[in-house]
């Protein structure tokens, strides 16, 4: 795990930025193009969440995740006006929350050695996650 800095908390504020964005987009688009739409908003969240992982780890996947949910929170509620952008009687509504719950989700229980880079050794090859070359890790030089 990486010890918090200013720019890993940087990094988490602007994933959390990025979560916002990618909440109020999938809000507003996910019923555009049936089915099309839900896919891509919710594909959309896949990849914003997992890009924030691998940039900083746990600290820009909690940014973004929450800046995700405090954007569809406050877009799914309703209007001044009495309007919904996300009808929970509705299947397209339930698809987009319940979708990408399962995105953000998903994404937390990726192995971390999928998204990290593993440190190369000292003659440039990599060594395991949290590993190190030499005995007992089948590298021919201690």
């Not at 908390?9 to 996910?30: C, D, E, I």
């Not at 006006?81 to 509705?90: E, I, K, M, Q």
């Amino acid at each position: 795990m990486q010890p918090l800095s200013t720019a890993l908390l940087g990094r988490g504020a602007v994933t959390f930025l990025l979560g916002v964005v990618v909440g109020v987009l999938g809000t507003l688009m996910h019923r555009a193009v049936r089915p099309w739409g839900l896919a891509l908003c919710v594909l959309l969240v896949l990849v914003a969440v997992l890009t924030a992982r691998a940039w900083g780890g746990w600290v820009t996947y909690v940014g973004a995740v929450g800046g995700l949910f405090l954007a569809v929170t406050l877009l799914a509620g309703e209007g001044p006006g009495g309007d919904v952008l996300v009808p929970g009687t509705d299947l397209w509504g339930i698809g987009w929350l319940g979708g990408a719950a399962v995105a953000v989700v998903a994404v937390a229980l990726l192995p971390r050695r999928w998204v990290t880079e593993a440190p190369a050794g000292p003659d440039g090859v990599d060594t395991p996650a949290g590993g190190t070359a030499g005995a007992g890790s089948g590298h021919p030089f201690p």
